[in-house]
């Protein structure tokens, strides 16, 4: 079974589980093959320390689940597969109010490192995000 088939199945499976910043690929390797990662996630000269560093991670689950106002030590490339997510972002020193953005299926966000922000499912969705 690939990644394609796994996340065609009804909607059913977004009822009452949310899967958070699970190693998919870690745990089924045979999924590696359904996807690349990004060149530009390796844009730096020493491309195995890239690697090395570079962490995957799904996120699979119903519409309403909430991700409460945090930051990533890392640097975030969160792709959207299918659903959509509302990103609401904490205004920096220079504003007073907090900026969002809504991720389509087929859309990526970078999130800088130690930007606090919170995320909440629309619907039913699934994600994966590199962080660098």
């Not at 977004?14 to 390797?29: D, E, G, K, R």
């Not at 990533?72 to 109010?97: A, H, M, R």
Request: hydrophobic share 35%.
């Amino acid at each position: 079974m690939n990644l394609s088939s796994i996340f065609s199945k009804s909607k059913s499976m977004f009822s009452n589980y949310y899967l958070a910043q699970n190693h998919l690929l870690f745990q089924l390797p045979k999924l590696k093959c359904d996807f690349d990662v990004a060149d530009i996630l390796h844009f730096d000269e020493n491309l195995n320390s890239r690697k090395e560093n570079l962490e995957t991670s799904f996120w699979i689950g119903p519409e309403g689940t909430y991700s409460p106002r945090h930051k990533d030590p890392k640097d975030n490339l969160f792709c959207q597969i299918k659903g959509v997510k509302l990103f609401i972002f904490e205004p920096d020193n220079n504003e007073n109010k907090s900026s969002f953005t809504y991720l389509f299926p087929g859309q990526c966000l970078f999130i800088p490192k130690d930007c606090y922000h919170e995320v909440l499912s629309k619907e039913g969705s699934i994600g994966v995000n590199f962080w660098f």
